[in-house]
C-alpha cells in the first residue's frame, strides 16, 4: 500500500492549458513537499507547505494543504513546455522530525507546445 | 556554489562486481541522506549519515550494501556483488542540519547491473 497516491499517474494536455494534481493520503503529515524531476535529474524542491489549509504560490504553481494535513493539490495555470516533468509529493508521516522522506510515485506530465 | 555531487552520474556492472557510488554534499551541509529510485517506482529512503557516524539504515538491505560518510572526503554508498534487482537510480541528499523541510538532492548516479 502506497501512503501517498499520488493522481492522476500521466497527465498530457496542450500549451496554455490549467491543470491540477493530487497527493492523498489516510495519515496525517506534519508537512509536505513537492519536487519535479526532470528526465535524468534529481528532485527539485518547489515547496513546502506546514500548515492545514495553508496555499502557496509560486508563479503559475498554486499549491494547497488540506485541512487535515493529509492531502495537497499543485495547480498549474497556463501550463507551458517548460513545466514538463515528473511531480512529485513527499512528506513524513509520523510528524517527529523523521528525516525519512515518504514519497509518492509522481504525476508525470507533459505539456504539448 | 556547487550543489550535491554526485558521481559517476552512470555505472554500469556486470552481476558479481561492486559498485561504489559517491556523494559530496553542498557546502557546509554535514548530514547526508541516500534514497533510491526503481523504475516506476517512488524514491525509497534507505540510509541516513552524519559526519563518520550512520545514523538509521533501516531503509537499506542488510545484505551486500553499505554506506559510510568519513571526516574527509564524499558519502560513499557501497554494492557488494551485485545482482539486476540493484538496477536504479540512486539519490543522495544533503542538508546543514536534520532536516526534511531542506533536503537538496544530487542528479543522481544511474545503475545498471548486466
Known amino acids: 500500500t502506497q501512503l501517498l497516491e499520488q493522481s492522476p499517474q500521466f497527465l498530457s494536455i496542450q500549451e496554455g492549458e490549467n491543470l491540477t494534481v493530487y497527493c492523498n493520503s489516510s495519515?496525517?503529515?506534519?508537512?509536505l513537499q513537492w519536487y519535479r524531476q526532470e528526465p535524468g535529474e534529481g528532485p527539485v524542491l518547489l515547496v513546502t507547505?506546514?500548515?492545514?489549509?495553508e496555499v502557496k504560490k509560486l508563479k503559475r504553481l498554486t499549491f494547497q494543504f488540506g485541512d487535515a494535513r493529509k492531502d495537497s493539490s499543485l495547480h498549474i495555470t497556463a501550463a507551458q513546455p517548460g513545466d514538463t516533468g515528473l511531480y512529485l509529493c513527499a512528506g513524513d508521516p509520523s510528524g517527529a522530525g523523521s528525516y525519512q522522506l515518504t514519497f509518492g510515485k509522481g504525476t508525470k506530465l507533459s505539456v504539448i507546445p | 556554489n556547487a550543489g550535491v555531487m554526485q558521481n559517476p552520474r552512470h555505472l554500469v556492472r556486470r552481476r558479481g562486481q561492486e559498485a561504489r557510488l559517491r556523494c559530496s554534499p553542498m557546502?557546509?551541509?554535514?548530514?547526508v541522506y541516500w534514497y533510491r529510485q526503481l523504475p516506476e517506482e517512488g524514491l525509497k529512503f534507505m540510509v541516513y549519515?552524519?559526519?563518520?557516524?550512520?545514523?538509521?539504515e533501516s531503509g537499506m538491505p542488510k545484505e551486500r550494501f553499505s554506506a559510510e560518510f568519513p571526516k574527509e572526503g564524499p558519502s560513499i554508498l557501497r554494492i557488494q556483488q551485485v545482482v539486476r534487482g540493484d538496477s536504479a537510480a540512486y539519490f543522495c541528499?544533503?542538508?546543514?542540519?536534520?532536516?526534511?523541510?531542506?533536503?537538496?538532492f544530487g542528479q543522481g548516479t544511474r545503475l545498471t547491473v548486466v
Open positions: 557546502k557546509g551541509h554535514s548530514h
Open positions: 549519515l552524519q559526519k563518520e557516524n550512520i545514523i538509521d
Open positions: 495519515s496525517v503529515f506534519s508537512s
Open positions: 507547505v506546514v500548515t492545514g489549509g
Open positions: 541528499a544533503s542538508s546543514p542540519q536534520h532536516s526534511n523541510t531542506e533536503a537538496f
